[in-house]
Nanobody, 120 residues
């Protein structure tokens, strides 16, 4: 059974930092493209960051570019999201996502999410 378990969320003041982790099990982690998504109340789930299997490329939307950094440790089967200079608009539930595109059928997995609240 594939499990993705996020941790590291919490309450932080604007301008502060948090580091999220996603621990994977039951998954060929090194063969999965990993991403962080977030969903704020009343809004669509949006991509926050994406990283390729070998960390050769990362992708960020403009809203977080320069503030967030995605990384992974394939040996530890763990995904990270370093979030700096947090803003109130970053408040959301953050989800870990794994995609194994080159399988038949393609496989996608989600964690349960961790709440990030940025407020003074």
């Amino acid at each position: 059974q594939v499990q993705l378990v996020e941790s590291g969320g919490g309450l932080v003041q604007p301008g502060g930092s948090l580091r999220l982790s996603c621990a994977a099990s039951g998954l060929t982690f090194s063969g999965a493209e990993m991403s962080w998504y977030r969903q704020a109340p009343g809004k669509e789930r949006e991509l926050v960051a994406r990283i390729t299997t070998d960390s050769s490329n990362t992708d960020y939307p403009d809203s977080v570019k320069g503030r967030f950094t995605i990384s992974r440790d394939n040996a530890k089967k763990t995904l990270y999201l370093q979030m700096n200079r947090l803003k109130p608009e970053d408040t959301a539930v953050y989800y870990c996502n794994a995609r194994r595109i080159f399988t038949n059928p393609p496989r996608e997995y989600w964690g349960q999410g961790t709440q990030v609240t940025v407020s003074s």
